[in-house]
């Protein structure tokens, strides 16, 4: 196997001339080579990782919101005022350099949901789509979970709002 990898023969290369060979190689290394090519650098800014992971960690099954209560009422209110909508990234952190990034996650999880389980998930999930979307090698996803979505409490203060104490 090493000696097709080392060899410069033009024949013995798969490659056509629309794909440079990096693109062909499997693995991190020949994605990271397209970030830093001969013919120029891909730079990926910190909020298009932050968005990438947020969407990836929301779409994992037990995940109810991303980011702590302050957090979440802020983008509420945020989401009301402006059209700007959703704020994905909501909730997450990241680091990034020119070949990895690093994500922090906090996250409430629903009530009933095997809190290991759903975070080996959703760092699976992120870790997935950043590598997939971006080219980065993510070298970890660090996960927060700060609270437990029980719908029942929800449900309790709608009643309250709707019916009135006292008649």
Same mark, same amino acid.
């Given at each position: 196997?090493?000696?097709?990898?080392?060899?410069? *023969?033009?024949? *013995?290369?798969? $490659?056509?001339?629309?794909?440079?060979?990096?693109?062909?190689?499997?693995?991190?290394? &020949?994605?990271?080579?397209?970030?830093? $090519?001969?013919?120029?650098?891909?730079? /990926?800014?910190?909020?298009?990782?932050?968005? /990438?992971?947020?969407?990836?960690?929301?779409?994992?099954?037990?995940?109810?919101?991303?980011?702590?209560?302050?957090?979440?009422?802020?983008?509420?209110?945020?989401?009301? /005022?402006?059209?700007?909508?959703?704020?994905?990234?909501?909730?997450?952190?990241?680091?990034?350099?020119?070949? =990895?990034?690093?994500?922090?996650?906090?996250?409430?999880?629903?009530?009933?949901?095997? /809190? =290991?389980?759903?975070?080996?998930?959703?760092?699976?999930?992120?870790?997935?789509?950043?590598?997939?979307? $971006? &080219?980065?090698?993510?070298?970890?996803?660090?996960?927060?979970?700060?609270?437990?979505?029980?719908?029942?409490?929800?449900?309790?203060?709608?009643?309250?709002?709707?019916?009135?104490?006292?008649?």
């Amino acid at each position: 196997m090493s000696e097709s990898l080392t060899s410069s *023969s033009p024949m *013995s290369s798969p $490659t056509s001339p629309s794909r440079p060979p990096s693109a062909m190689s499997p693995g991190k290394s &020949g994605v990271e080579k397209d970030l830093v $090519t001969s013919q120029g650098k891909t730079t /990926i800014a910190d909020p298009v990782v932050s968005k /990438i992971a947020g969407i990836a960690a929301r779409e994992v099954s037990g995940v109810h919101a991303l980011g702590g209560g302050a957090a979440r009422a802020v983008g509420a209110l945020r989401e009301r /005022i402006s059209a700007v909508g959703k704020d994905h990234s909501q909730g997450v952190s990241v680091e990034v350099g020119e070949r =990895q990034a690093a994500v922090d996650i906090q996250l409430t999880a629903e009530y009933g949901v095997a /809190i =290991q389980d759903l975070a080996a998930s959703v760092r699976r999930n992120v870790i997935s789509s950043i590598e997939r979307m $971006t &080219g980065l090698e993510v070298s970890e996803v660090n996960i927060e979970v700060l609270d437990v979505y029980l719908e029942a409490e929800d449900s309790d203060d709608q009643d309250e709002d709707k019916s009135p104490r006292v008649q």
